[in-house]
């Protein structure tokens, strides 16, 4: 060679790597300890939600929804069940709302602990994962209580849920709301105001707002850029405009607004409004059907697009029905996809430490970036 | 805006290349749509986004839809600044080659949201900047959500389906 040059190196990243969070390929170009290029190969885990969806009842498409984001299936379930109330034109018993809004919230809950718990984890330190991991499994025997299951709960159905709640389980999630509040406040030492964590993050992977929109991030991701939407507020749906609760937003309070540590911010103060809907919606919960009067599930000939804010962001449903027993098609806009589709300017130029900072900071599902 | 208003401003811009809205059936629960000419989709999207009374800054979503004699192109558009939606349809009467402009150059979102539907749909977008199927891989042959879609057999040796 005649002239002495640096050479990039490709890395491939994933698919099997603890800190792509699921199945992810993601290739690096690096040059020295910088990356140049990051490109997210996906689709390992897709498994023809879109197409399943097309040859089996509305009702049957439940339990595929559930497996989308596998980690906040009540959310995924809600989305769904209301695009085809829509389209139906059916309304929802009030106390079915009710149940809803409480499981969905506790659902949210136990989302954010798993994505700050493994946020944690990426970074390098453990402690808060277990803590994290001890809290949602508090959740998940709740959800097993109501619903039967651990993880994918096919309980919000279409019309209102599957169940009225079981017997004591209203007094056990008071209870775990008197128990977490504390919690929080114990991950937050640990975990959101530890200096070698806030050194890791603040500055890191900062998303501009006009990037954030003309990528169309949603929920935590686009909070952290420091505009407050949630369309739990900006587009009211089911009870909440009957509950108070803030939106927490992205403020750049240790660097710059966007950042890494404003996203995962944005998530752990999420979780202590949750716990606010819980409590109202436990308190304000009225006596009455949990399900509402159907006729078969059968649309008529139309299409709608539903979305509602779920953990990772908004998730939308396009629905067509023509009019038959099958929808004719069901299309799921998942935000963990776009929110991965913007990982290559956010890695461009970044150390490669920080690659897997950004990647956990974006907290995606692979479930839902699949589908 | 609502959708009328919306069509109306369209149709005095673009004149032919707006269809004419259509009339949903009373009590029906459907969305309203605007059906735009795919040869003007690209212009019309663009006025779309930097119209300042409209200014649809955010693409949420875009879908195929297969029909017996036609493919639809879904947009859901947003506005984070007039806080309205709309829904733009192109139809595509060529099934076996279906094209549009691609819109990655207006939001960025668009280049995967493009890459799914070439991928599950088979519709090409004009100067894109990187086409490629992203679910399935590469070598894969059909466009699954076509409703004329066949598996193939075997994909590298494996059997595919049951």
């Known amino acids: ?371 | 805006m609502l959708t009328p208003t919306i069509h109306e401003k369209l149709t005095q811009k673009f004149e032919n290349a707006i269809l004419p809205l259509k009339e949903l059936p009373p009590g029906s629960h459907s969305d309203p749509f605007i059906a735009v000419n795919s040869s003007k989709l690209h212009s019309v999207l663009k006025y779309l986004k930097e119209d300042s009374d409209l200014l649809f800054d955010n693409l949420i979503c875009i879908s195929g839809v297969d029909y017996p004699d036609r493919i639809e192109v879904v947009y859901h558009l947003f506005s984070y600044k007039h806080l309205h939606k709309v829904v733009i349809k192109s139809l595509l009467s060529d099934k076996t080659k279906p094209v549009l402009e691609s819109t990655c150059d207006l939001w960025k979102a668009a280049n995967w949201l493009e890459r799914e539907v070439f991928d599950i749909m088979g519709v090409h977008f004009n100067n894109h900047p990187d086409l490629r199927r992203i679910l399935l891989p590469e070598d894969w042959e059909g466009h699954p959500l076509r409703k004329d879609y066949k598996t193939q057999e075997f994909w590298h040796g494996i059997k595919v389906g049951m």
């Open chain 1, 1 to 371: 060679m005649a002239e002495l040059q640096t050479q990039e190196l490709t890395i491939n990243m994933g698919p099997q790597h603890p800190s792509t969070h699921g199945v992810l390929r993601i290739e690096l170009v690096t040059d020295g300890e910088i990356c140049v290029k990051a490109i997210p190969h996906i689709g390992y885990l897709h498994r023809c939600f879109e197409k399943h969806a097309e040859n089996v009842d509305y009702m049957g498409v439940m339990p595929f929804v559930d497996r989308l984001d596998y980690v906040a299936s009540m959310n995924n379930d809600m989305t769904y069940a209301m695009t085809v109330e829509k389209l139906l034109g059916v309304e929802v018993p009030k106390r079915a709302e009710y149940i809803r809004v409480i499981m969905v919230e506790l659902n949210r809950i136990a989302s954010h602990l798993l994505a700050v718990g493994t946020y944690g984890l990426d970074i390098g330190t453990f402690t808060p994962f277990m803590w994290a991991f001890r809290d949602r499994e508090k959740i998940l025997d709740i959800f097993e209580m109501a619903s039967g299951a651990r993880l994918l709960y096919n309980y919000l159905w279409i019309g209102g849920v599957w169940m009225d709640l079981t017997p004591g389980i209203e007094e056990k999630i008071q209870e775990f709301c008197d128990y977490f509040e504390p919690k929080i406040d114990e991950l937050d030492t640990i975990l959101s105001y530890n200096q070698i964590f806030i050194n890791r993050t603040k500055n890191v992977g900062v998303i501009p707002l006009d990037l954030a929109i003309s990528y169309g991030l949603t929920g935590p991701n686009l909070r952290g850029s420091g505009l407050k939407w949630d369309l739990r507020k900006n587009e009211p749906y089911s009870i909440y405009p009957e509950l108070e609760f803030d939106i927490p937003v992205g403020t750049g309070e240790q660097g710059t607004v966007g950042d890494c540590w404003d996203r995962y911010m944005v998530r752990m103060r999420e979780m202590r409004e949750s716990l606010k809907i819980v409590r109202q919606a436990l308190k304000k919960i009225p006596e009455g059907p949990f399900r509402a009067k159907m006729q078969r599930v059968k649309p008529a000939p139309g299409e709608s697009y539903v979305r509602t804010e779920n953990p990772r962001g908004e998730l939308g449903f396009y629905i067509v029905s023509d009019g038959g027993l099958k929808p004719y098609r069901v299309k799921g806009k998942s935000s963990c996809f776009t929110s991965i589709s913007c990982l290559d300017d956010l890695c461009h130029g970044a150390m490669i430490a920080d690659v897997v900072a950004i990647i956990g900071s974006l907290d995606i599902v692979l479930g839902e970036v699949d589908r």
